[in-house]
């Protein structure tokens, strides 16, 4: 993440290891959109969507 620079990725990085420190969590399908193929949206109620795309190794 360049764009947010070292702290603002520790920042990131410390939110998804305080959401995920309680090991797997799985989503139902109907909280999923399938975008463009690899990529997706998880909604889960009461919190902000989770965006999940491939890197483009092309913008590297």
């Known amino acids: 993440m360049p764009a947010a ?14 959401r995920f420190a309680t090991g797997e969590s799985f989503t139902p399908y109907s909280q999923t959109e399938i975008t463009d193929f690899p990529n997706y949206i998880t909604r889960n109620p009461g919190e902000p969507p989770l965006y999940c795309r491939q890197e483009n190794p092309s913008h590297g």
Not at 5 to 18: A, D, I, M, N
């Open 5 to 18: 620079g070292p702290e603002g990725e520790k920042t990131v990085l410390e939110g998804f290891r305080s």
